[in-house]
């Protein structure tokens, strides 16, 4: 079996990410490229990088709407 492209690990990792196989940590392993690097190259595909439902989101932002006005 040949090597992949660097090109083909990417798209390897981006599709297992996505389909919730991998952490973004392990997609950027898989990918042989830094997390940092691995995040915008899932985000230009229209991966979210965050899985959070619309109840987790209200939660944060009442949290942050307190703390900010706590101070």
């Not at 690990?9 to 940092?36: T, V, Y």
Request: no cysteine; glycine share 6%; proline share 1%.
């Amino acid at each position: 079996m040949s090597e992949l492209s660097s090109n083909q690990k990417q798209a390897h990792a981006a599709a297992l990410f996505a389909g919730g196989n991998l952490s973004l940590a392990q997609g950027a392993h898989l990918a042989e490229i830094p997390l940092a690097a691995f995040i915008s190259y899932v985000s230009r595909l229209g991966v979210s990088v965050v899985a959070r439902d619309a109840n987790e989101v209200m939660r944060d932002l009442q949290t942050l709407e307190r703390w900010l006005d706590d101070k």
